[in-house]
């Protein structure tokens, strides 16, 4: 077979389209949106390649329109989940063995495809099944989700070119293998790049995967398995499954063959995982790698030198994008005393200007929470926030899930830097504030590190350099992805490398080469050209 050095294509961002008025995107967009919503769908599971139905039939609805229906998908149990499991196992030999090349090849044909012809449907779905306007949508079923195929692709050519030194004589080199058994990707519903990077970094690296997606975002999973197989990925290499929970676990976590888990979701989920590991770890082949992303409660801190205009930006743009909705969401504010006023006074005007309603309607920036429980919680912590006498509703805080999951962005003003919304990840468009005293900067930072388990995205707003590096410096271990001067969200694949540490996951950055080192076993190997002929050394032998 031919052999070379191969230069993948350079990976860049992909441009984002505005889907401003007028715009051909736009045009295109809504005419998918109609489409997609005058058809009932059937999704049946992707196990082997094949379309796999059941008895049982779940209904798919967009948040912001309950009482329409998208279609329906076919749920699974634990059998389909061995059955998946069996497929990945049966495709291994041939997909680690496949030249890397050829595997890159798939991928960047998927980069290609979001990019191009999938590029509305993607959209589209994430629109409808998530309720995510269609800027939101844009920056991440299509362009993220590119870019992570795209700079995935690089990540693992960078890592097969790390080798290490040859002494004379010698030649040292690193071979990079997959991970022994399979790995289980288990995806969030509010970013559809993640639910499609987290089974397919570690296949990039030559690993098998089962992929159980969240049951509220199986409509736009089913869309990125649609690509992955036009894009030539061969069957059982990632397989799709819509099984509870239990039943995944159950299956998964007790099989000799489990290699490792890349996860996004809550960090309660995600410890009793870790723990189901731990007490499983005799039964394994080799020690899995846990990789997870959990949750976060983010923060924004000011001091008196802010620009406040860039303040209120930044806070409403960072809490209320997605309904707050993702784990890099602002959702507790210092605001110096001094400055309050302004602040307010400008970010209360901005929130005024914000419409919520459908994603169809273009004009809408705020949409739908993602469910009937996640509402419930929103609205409870709201209510309670009416009714304590540490808390203020300053804006906001109407709920009405008549037609759709609707609940308004939502500022609570705490008396107390503790206060429970302060503390808690709520996951929604629900944003607390705290005014602290100007000379209690040091004091107020301190609370700050220590309010919450989570550290994964802040920001510091600030025009006086001297703070900005003090803060920066004392909030060190606050969060993995530290913003200057901007909203505490938006890590662009191959510029922000995302990921936050404590409660907030394992810290192993989302889209780098940092990700993928996980998903490989070094094997090092050592050839001597001229071996020694006896085993004495010139310091054994007498004077």
Known sequence: MPKGFFNVPIAKNEPIKTYAPGSPERASLKLTIDKMRSEEVLIPMSIGGKAVKTEKKVRIFPPHDINHTLGHYYQGDASHVEKAIDAALAAKEKWENMEWQHRASIFLKAAD???????????????????????????????????????????????????????????????????????????????????????????????????????????????????????????????????????????????????????????????????????????????????????????????????????????????????????????????????????????????????????????????????EPSFDKLKSYIDRARDDEDAEVLYGGKCDKSKGYFIEPTVILAQKPDYVTMQEELFGPVVTVYKYDDNAMDETLDILDNTSIYALTGAVISQNRYNIEKITKRLTHAAGNFYINDKPTGAVVGQQPFGGARGSGTDDKAGSVFNFLRWTSIRTIKETFVPASHFMYPSFRED
């Open 113 to 371: 495809l979001l990019a191009g012809s999938y590029r509305d449907k993607i959209n589209a779905a994430t629109m409808l099944g998530q309720s995510k306007n269609a800027f939101q949508a844009e920056i991440d079923a299509a362009c993220e989700l590119a870019d992570f195929f795209r700079f995935g692709v690089k990540c693992m050519t960078d890592i097969y070119k790390m080798q290490p030194e040859s002494a004379p004589g010698m030649w040292n080199y690193n071979e990079f293998r997959p991970l022994e058994g399979f790995v289980f990707a288990l995806t969030p519903f509010n970013f559809t790049s993640i639910a499609g990077n987290l089974p397919a970094a570690p296949a990039m690296m030559g690993n098998v995967c089962v992929w159980k997606p969240s049951k509220t975002a199986v409509y736009s999973a089913a869309v990125i398995m649609e690509i992955f197989k036009e894009a030539g990925l061969p069957d059982g290499v990632i397989n799709l499954v819509f099984v509870s929970g239990p039943a995944a676990a159950d299956v998964i976590f007790n099989h000799r063959e489990f290699a490792g888990i890349h996860f996004t979701g809550s960090t309660g989920v995600f410890q009793s995982i870790w723990k189901t590991i731990g007490e499983n770890i005799y039964k394994y082949r080799s020690y899995p790698r846990i990789v997870g992303e959990t949750g976060g409660k983010d923060f924004i801190f000011a001091d008196n030198t802010a620009d406040t205009t860039a303040l209120a930006t930044a806070f409403v743009r960072g809490a209320f994008e997605y309904q707050g909705q993702k784990c890099s969401a602002a959702s507790r504010v210092y605001v110096p005393k001094s400055i309050w006023s302004d602040f307010w006074a400008k970010a209360k005007a901005q929130l005024d200007e914000v419409k919520m309603g459908p994603p169809e309607d273009f004009t809408n920036f705020v949409n739908a929470v993602i469910d």
